[in-house]
């Protein structure tokens, strides 16, 4: 009879366990969800404040292509980011011409590039207009 009640109190205490990391689990992918549609939102305002379709941002490769068009870069830059740790200088090169193209500074590109879901957000829906 000890024994019994042993493992039922080993049980419950696992089944709680499993609880508490399948909710922490939960909220994980809702803050990482939530955080994908403001980026997928943010990068949407910014192609369109530049004259380029808003839905390129759900398209895999041809949002790079138009992520070097709003750099003005050559579209030939793809290539480069196939190379590995090429591609990272690439990709800062790459958000801080956006952001020299929006009226920014060197600074914000580099945030663009590191820190992108907070700048983003600040490029979309701040007063700052593409520089044609």
Do not use: C, H
């Not at 922490?24 to 380029?52: C, D, N, P, R, Y």
């Not at 949002?63 to 690439?90: E, G, Y």
Request: charged residues 5%.
């Amino acid at each position: 009879m000890g024994s019994l009640l042993a493992t039922m109190l080993v049980q419950s205490s696992d089944d709680a366990g499993g609880a508490v990391l399948a909710a922490f689990g939960l909220g994980f992918t809702l803050v990482m969800l939530a955080f994908a549609i403001v980026m997928i939102a943010s990068v949407w305002v910014v192609f369109s404040k530049a004259g380029e379709p808003g839905w390129a941002v759900l398209i895999p490769i041809y949002n790079a292509i138009v992520f070097l068009k709003v750099a003005r870069k050559p579209l030939w830059w793809i290539l480069l980011f196939l190379i590995p740790f090429v591609n990272i200088v690439i990709a800062i090169l790459v958000a801080i011409a956006i952001a020299n193209n929006f009226g920014k500074s060197t600074g914000f590109g580099i945030g663009l590039a590191f820190l992108g879901f907070i700048f983003y957000p600040i490029l979309a829906w701040g007063d700052a207009q593409y520089q044609a």
